[in-house]
């Protein structure tokens, strides 16, 4: 569908500028679209630089809008040894793993020599989680630009004494490149595993700073970028990033609670089959009286006895199990 609307700013601006205010696209991808012809203001084809003044209405052919829509977002569990980015000598870049054989789920396309897929957001060789890798200039801008402020979280295991002082220091109070770093949020999940949220993305920047309160990272995965998790996707697959994710990521929306359901009660709060009274469920019989045969009917006899039901007492009936039927041949 063809993308139109009109600018209602009171100074004039550049049309690149104004589509990537707009999240329609980036300023290199609408630099793109001008030149080939697929942007017009007012009617009148847009030609590279040009300014929108106050009421006029630029329109996007739907050529453009399809091509847009068609860009790749793509969530992939990267497994230790892969290298996010460009590879060097014998290293495997992610891209190379993004196959149809390692997808997750359907995708409406699959990643091919012509999709120029780049990862947004650093993680290391050694380090294994969520990677985002996408052509769309604007998810890259929200996830990694200078503005951005989604956290990411990530579960570390290490090794060494792991203390309230050490803790204290991870949160705040340390320094890289003679940087300050922003304080960090640092809670421990398991004796010697810890989790961490941070709000940003210096090199290497966990291990670093393990290693400056001597404590040595084992093993370090990344569960979450800003609302969208890794959850149960396996390792080494892949799967395509949704529309909702996608708006979620550029609006900076909080990640889910996870909240009981009010109507169901939780499972803890029942008692225990061993705590249960005796005889719960049960019905209750006669002192004396023996207990009726479960082949028996109400009124039907058995020798040269009837077997007459109690009065107030109910039998279970038996469900028998659905004959086999012999197919026509």
């Not at 957001?121 to 890798?133: A, W």
């Not at 002082?165 to 300050?180: A, F, M, P, T, Y």
């Not at 028996?296 to 659905?322: C, I, M, N, Q, Y």
Request: glycine share 10%; aromatic share 4%; charged share 35%.
């Amino acid at each position: 569908m063809a993308w139109t609307k009109t600018y209602s700013g009171d100074e004039p601006l550049r049309i690149n500028k104004w589509l990537a205010l707009e999240g329609v696209c980036s300023r290199r991808e609408a630099d793109s679209l001008i030149e080939q012809g697929l942007v017009k203001v007012d009617g009148e084809r847009a030609v590279s630089g040009q300014k929108v003044e106050t009421g006029q209405t630029v329109f996007l052919a739907q050529k453009a809008s399809r091509r847009l829509d068609n860009q790749l977002s793509i969530l992939f569990h990267k497994p230790v040894g892969i290298v996010s980015g460009t590879p060097e000598g014998d290293e495997i870049p992610a891209v190379r793993l993004l196959t149809a054989d390692s997808l997750s789920g359907k995708s409406h396309a699959i990643p091919g020599r012509y999709n120029k897929l780049a990862p947004l957001g650093r993680l290391d060789k050694d380090s294994r989680g969520l990677l985002i890798l996408s052509e769309d200039g604007v998810l890259a801008k929200a996830v990694i630009g200078p503005e951005s402020e989604l956290d990411k979280e990530y579960l570390v295991k290490v090794k060494g004494d792991v203390t309230p002082e050490k803790l204290d220091r991870l949160r705040h109070g340390l320094e890289l490149d003679g940087r300050q770093l922003k304080p960090a949020i640092v809670e421990p999940v398991k004796p010697q595993e810890l989790k961490f949220i941070l709000r940003e993305g210096r090199n290497r920047q966990i291990r670093r700073m393990c290693q400056l309160v001597e404590l040595r990272v084992v093993d370090l995965m990344r569960v979450r970028v800003g609302p969208l998790e890794l959850a149960g996707l396996p390792e080494g697959k892949w799967r395509p990033i949704s529309s909702r994710e996608r708006s979620a990521l550029l609006n900076g929306d909080a990640p889910r609670a996870r909240k009981p359901r009010p109507d169901k009660p939780e499972r803890s709060g029942r008692p225990a089959r061993d705590e249960r009274p005796q005889g719960a469920g049960k019905p209750l019989r006669r002192a004396g009286a023996s207990a009726p045969r479960r082949d028996s009917k109400p009124g039907a006899t058995t020798g040269d006895k009837r077997v007459s039901p109690l009065k107030g007492e109910k039998f279970k009936r038996t469900k028998l199990k659905p004959r086999k039927r012999t197919p026509i041949k």
